[in-house]
């Protein structure tokens, strides 16, 4: 097992943990109003390229301070909101990461679907507690699992079509089981995530079904086919192969987002910026207002 948390950058991380602090408490409230992408195309505003990370990278994501988190295989990399390479993580011991959730920058959580694991780092990519063991928890094929509220977490269970929600002491707290049956569909969902009182499960047959945050059924955003959602403060971003679509879950309204880039792999958004992962490379773009008359 090789495991690893290494320091980079001490400028970086100091100004990046004091923005962590600052930020922390106000999270999703604070993005209300100012997220990007409220238009890539509205007036006088365009998207800049700030910065380039070369590299080949299975899996990109961002939080809510807009530092970026690459993996590949079993490794991750923690760059800051300048592109500054901060901090590494890697355990071979796991297998390849699937999944980083950011919802609590302090306590990120790490799934490993192979090997049935969840790791807890904090905002140094130094572990903070034991792996956690699905296996352990009765839930040896678990595919997908996200950070819940109080330091708990969900997971999906294809066996039982369930979705199971555990607190930080590793008890169970709330269960919705065969969802096949409440939903009336046979899901075969590909993410799940919890942001702030409702929990998103994403399956591309049927679209993305909605629970709040103690597991009832509530309803289905009826858009099938996205690779991969992301639910922020103004809207749920829906990537799909080549295009990114925006959905008001207030007025329902559906907006295709322009890209400036069409061949990419996957993206994130978060506040005035986004990501692209590429085949070689991730590129950072930023909104910025342009001068009148250009």
């Given amino acids: 097992m090789k495991t690893q948390s290494a320091k980079v950058s001490n400028r970086h991380i ?74 590494q993580y890697s355990d071979l ?17 790490l799934f490993y679907p192979d090997y049935g694991k969840i790791t807890l780092l904090d905002n140094t990519l130094s572990r903070t507690r034991n792996n956690i063991d699905l296996n352990a ?4 094929l678990a595919q997908l699992a996200c950070a819940s509220f109080d330091n708990g977490f969900w997971v999906y269970d294809p066996i039982s079509f369930g979705l199971i929600r555990f607190d930080q002491g590793l008890n169970i707290t709330n269960e919705v089981s065969n969802i096949n049956q409440l939903v009336g569909a046979e899901i075969n969902p590909n993410q799940i995530v919890e942001f702030e009182n409702w929990l998103y499960l994403n399956s591309p047959n049927e679209g993305v079904f909605v629970f709040d945050s103690f597991g009832t059924y509530s309803k289905l955003i009826p858009i099938p086919g996205a690779n991969r959602i992301q639910v922020r403060g103004n809207g749920i971003f829906l990537e799909f192969e080549n295009r990114l679509i925006k959905y008001n879950p207030v007025n329902f309204e559906q907006t295709e987002i322009e890209l400036p880039r069409k061949d990419f792999l996957a993206l994130s958004i978060e506040k005035d910026r986004l990501y692209i992962l590429k085949k070689d490379s991730v590129l950072m773009f930023k909104v910025g207002k342009t001068e009148a008359g250009d």
């Fill in 14 to 87: 100091v100004k990046e943990n004091i923005a962590l602090c600052k930020f922390v408490p106000m999270l999703s409230r604070f993005l209300l109003g100012i997220f990007l992408l409220l238009s890539f195309s509205a007036n006088a505003q365009e998207l800049k390229l700030a910065k380039t990370v070369v590299g080949n990278f299975d899996y990109i994501t961002t939080d809510h301070i807009g530092r970026l988190y690459l993996a590949k295989r079993d490794e991750l990399f923690l760059y800051s909101a300048e592109g500054e390479l901060m901090y």
């Fill in 93 to 109: 011991s796991l297998g390849t990461i699937t999944n980083v959730d950011t919802r609590n920058p302090l306590k990120l959580q």
């Fill in 137 to 140: 928890l009765g839930l040896s």
